[in-house]
């Protein structure tokens, strides 16, 4: 099992960009789906995250300009990224609870490979 981010890439600031994150693999279901992000040098931090009802809730910082939201029929996550600051340049990872067994319930957590968001001013 695995996932799949795409979406990256050079912006300007002001702008907008659509991460996705597709997993795939034997599984039969997805729990917590979320965004990551990590600056030059830092640790990697939340950015928002969407439980399996669609509940979603987000970093200080990006709330009002991204949007997470999930396919559940695909599998995927997406992060709608608008109104870009410089600030924002990172590398940005998928994050995701699957569900890899259902009797008993079995899940596993699973990193994106992380795809670069590039921001400039």
């Known amino acids: 099992v695995q996932l799949q981010a795409s979406g990256g890439g050079l912006v300007q600031a002001g702008g907008s960009l659509r991460l996705s994150c597709v997993a795939s693999?034997?599984?039969?279901?997805?729990?917590?789906m979320a965004w990551y992000r990590q600056l030059p040098g830092k640790e990697r931090d939340l950015v928002a995250k969407i439980a399996g009802d669609g509940m979603a809730n987000y970093a200080e910082s990006t709330e009002g300009r991204f949007t997470i939201s999930r396919d559940n029929a695909k599998n995927a996550v997406y992060l709608q990224m608008d109104s870009l600051k410089p600030g924002d340049t990172a590398v940005y990872y998928c994050?995701?609870?699957?569900?890899?067994?259902?009797?008993?319930?079995?899940?596993?957590?699973?990193w994106g490979q992380g795809t670069l968001v590039t921001v400039s001013s």
């Open positions: 693999g034997n599984i039969f279901g997805i729990d917590d």
């Open positions: 994050n995701a609870d699957l569900v890899v067994a259902r009797l008993p319930r079995l899940t596993q957590n699973r």
